[in-house]
């Protein structure tokens, strides 16, 4: 078998698993579809799916790339049996986290634009207009760019004097800033209102639509689907 990196730390596998499910899609994403879908009926939907979807498949993607050692194009050829097709999923899992890549760099582009901005002083609301700023290329290009220097930069230092190092202090410095977040909101105007609707389940806001939008956020939150738990 191929001498492959590990990772130094069962911490250092916990927080780059959850540096992989927490993202833009539960940081910004999740508000907006609890709000949409209702607030308590869409988190108790979720988090159900989550429980009786999302931890089985999330399980069973550590299994396979426990057993294999290998990415999700050649996992599947090393354990399927002959015959069978299961190698065709690793070229979709592929083909899906370059879609996500290319999607990812823009967005964290935009971020540190607008982290560029604050630190500049340049964060006056007619300054930060977002319709201005995703239509020019230059700024958009600029970032993207940026972003895909700096992810190269931290992947030349490998897995674990790279990735790994990056991720602890990274992960450490979200749940910080998740705790400030969250302290401050609960002692804005109109937090136990807030509260209320995000945790107090209205049944009768609860469609089929809600189902299926939770459903998906709950496989989007554990990043499931394109091997990432896997690798």
Not at 118 to 143: D, Y
Not at 171 to 195: C, H, Q, Y
Request: hydrophobic residues 50%; positive net charge.
């Amino acid at each position: 078998m191929e001498n492959r990196e590990r990772l130094s730390s069962r911490l250092g596998f916990i927080l780059l698993s959850a540096g992989c499910a927490i993202g833009c899609g539960n940081v910004w994403k999740f508000p907006w579809m609890a709000g949409q879908g209702g607030g308590g009926g869409f988190v108790l939907i979720y988090a159900l799916c989550l429980l009786l979807l999302g931890l089985p498949v999330m399980i069973m993607e550590f299994s396979l790339g426990r057993a294999s050692q290998a990415s999700p194009v050649k996992m599947y050829q090393k354990l399927e049996k002959p015959g069978q097709k299961w190698h065709i999923h690793g070229y979709f899992a592929l083909f899906g986290n370059v879609c996500l890549m290319s999607f990812y760099t823009v967005v964290s582009g935009w971020m540190i634009y607008y982290f560029y901005r604050f630190l500049t002083g340049r964060i006056a609301e007619t300054e930060l207009n977002f319709g201005a700023m995703i239509s020019n290329p230059g700024v958009n290009m600029l970032f993207m760019g940026i972003v895909i220097v700096l992810g190269f930069l931290v992947l030349s230092f490998k897995l674990q004097g790279g990735l790994e190092r990056v991720t602890k202090y990274m992960m450490v410095a979200l749940l910080f800033l998740m705790i400030v977040l969250a302290v401050n909101s609960i002692t804005m105007d109109g937090a136990k209102e807030g509260l209320a609707f995000y945790l107090v389940p209205d049944f009768a806001k609860i469609t089929p639509n809600v189902v299926v939008n939770a459903m998906n956020q709950a496989f989007f939150t554990l990043s499931l689907g394109i091997g990432s738990m896997a690798i």
